[in-house]
């Protein structure tokens, strides 16, 4: 059996229930033990309870802080996932309110730039442009995008597409060296690895196919031809507009989106249109923002290619004139050198036929004289003819006479016998 009995750390109190007092509950046996011994154990065993006790104490209290400020920290990061879980959401789709969008989000902005993609098309840069044909114009350019498996086109160029090739500007040149022209508009004729054969879609002039062998890269293929931009223009610097611009059109783009008025823009000689911020044209007087009429160069091109297609011909057609005419020209001069040469010849005929004239006048009059001479003659011989004639009658009239009466006279003779 084991006698249980109350006892202070110090002394034994004189009550179970001491106030003010640590009181431990000792378990002590009935076997009586010096009282000094026992006191000491219960000191030790009493001490390290006690020890115990508070690193356990510290140990809780500890563990409820952290649990504390662990839990508080988890409220808050739950609270900022919450957050995010927003954001994330709102940088996907958009930020809006009232139903209307403030900040494009991720979907809007793939879709704006799917249509960017498309509006601008496929773009191959850093092509470098070999077997340049300077009287046909036609190219065979590589490309930067390797075949792999022995597959060809993998460059994403197929035959029979159109591309649109410039030089690539180099912005740290000088301006007149920088590059960036415009080279025309090419038909894809073969594809090979890393290579594309092209050949141009409309004929060139002898300027296009000089310009065309001088270019030495690299060139950048469009598959659809660079559109007209007010942004893009607008950002560039005015200085280096007016130097690559032509004179002509250089203002439309200088003051493209600039405020005036429609007086203003008409003694600029600009055309385009002049509107307010909804995009309406201003009444006269007003000032609004001055927007210029965007060009479509592939119509251009096409255009511009058509009419120097017919002035060309227009040219060849001039070109065959003047040959004509100059042909013409030489044979007129010498018609007019055989004309004046045979003129002369004339003049000296006209001459002797006139000295012949003169002959032949001079010999009318002598037979002009002695056909009245003749005349004349013939009057006195036809006179004398009749009288002649008169004679002869008389005669034969006096000889029918005779010859009729000579009957009578035989009849006569015969009678009286």
Not at 192 to 217: F, I, K, N, Q, T
Request: net charge negative.
């Amino acid at each position: 059996m084991v006698n249980t009995r109350w006892a202070n750390v110090d002394n034994p109190p004189p009550s179970e229930y001491h106030q003010n007092k640590a009181m431990v509950r000792l378990d002590v046996p009935k076997t009586p033990t010096p009282g000094t011994a026992m006191s000491i154990w219960n000191k030790i065993l009493l001490g390290l309870i006690f020890v115990s006790a508070l690193g356990l104490f510290v140990t809780a209290a500890l563990t409820l802080h952290t649990h504390q400020s662990w839990r508080e920290e988890a409220q808050g990061l739950e609270q900022r996932m919450e957050e995010l879980d927003e954001e994330i959401v709102e940088t996907i789709e958009a930020v809006s309110e009232d139903n209307v969008i403030r900040a494009m989000g991720i979907e809007q902005l793939r879709q704006r730039l799917f249509a960017i993609l498309i509006d601008r098309g496929r773009v191959w840069t850093n092509c470098e442009p070999e077997q340049i044909n300077a009287e046909t114009g036609a190219v065979r350019v590589r490309t930067d995008f390797p075949d792999e498996d022995n597959l060809p086109g993998r460059h994403g160029i197929h035959e029979g597409t159109i591309l649109y090739v410039f030089e690539e500007d180099d912005v740290e040149a000088p301006l007149n060296e920088a590059g960036g022209r415009y080279l025309g508009e090419f038909k894809v004729t073969e594809v090979a690895d890393r290579l594309a054969g092209m050949e141009p879609a409309m004929r060139m002039d002898a300027r296009e196919l000089e310009r065309l062998a001088e270019s030495r890269g690299p060139w950048s293929l469009y598959e659809v031809l660079p559109p007209d931009s007010h942004k893009i223009v607008r950002d560039m610097d005015k200085d280096y507009l007016r130097q690559v611009l032509p004179e002509n059109v250089a203002n439309e783009y200088l003051f493209d989106g600039e405020r005036m008025t429609r007086a203003k823009a008409d003694e600029l000689g600009l055309e385009g249109r002049i509107v307010d911020e909804e995009g309406e044209d201003v009444a006269d007087g007003e000032e609004g923002a001055y927007v210029r009429d965007l060009r479509d160069y592939g119509t251009l091109f096409a255009a511009y290619h058509r009419e120097r297609t017919l002035w060309y011909d227009r040219q060849a057609a001039a070109e065959s004139d003047k040959e004509f005419a100059e042909v013409s020209a030489a044979q007129a001069a010498r018609q007019v050198e055989f004309r004046q040469a045979e003129g002369a010849k004339l003049q000296g005929d006209l001459e002797q036929l006139r000295r012949e004239v003169g002959a032949v006048v001079g010999h009318e009059k002598a037979l002009d004289k002695k056909l009245a001479e003749l005349g004349q003659s013939i009057a006195e011989l036809a006179a004398n003819n009749r009288k002649l004639a008169s004679e002869i009658v008389q005669v034969q009239l006096e000889a029918q006479q005779r010859i009729d009466e000579r009957p009578r006279r035989v009849a006569a003779g015969a009678a009286e016998q």
